[in-house]
């Protein structure tokens, strides 16, 4: 029997706040580039703080949150 993977709290809580500003972000910076740039910030933070054992779970993480307001298309 496997354990699912544990993830860094510290990660795991960057990406729920992240999730959460998400609409503000869209709002503040409508535009596309003020948008990228504003999210990259807080984003780049995570993924720089994520070890090896959590990177695939990051990039999913932020994947499916932004597949969610459509800023990316759905698979």
């Known amino acids: 029997m496997t354990c699912a993977p544990r993830h860094n709290p510290q990660i795991v809580t960057g990406l729920d706040r992240l999730e959460k500003q998400l609409p503000q972000i869209i709002r503040e910076h409508p535009h596309d580039g003020a948008f990228w ?26 994947d499916a949150m932004l597949r969610a307001v459509g800023i990316i298309p759905h698979e």
């Open 37 to 62: 740039i504003a999210f990259s910030r807080q984003a780049d933070d995570i993924e720089h703080a994520a070890g090896p054992n959590d990177w695939r779970y990051v990039h999913e993480r932020i």
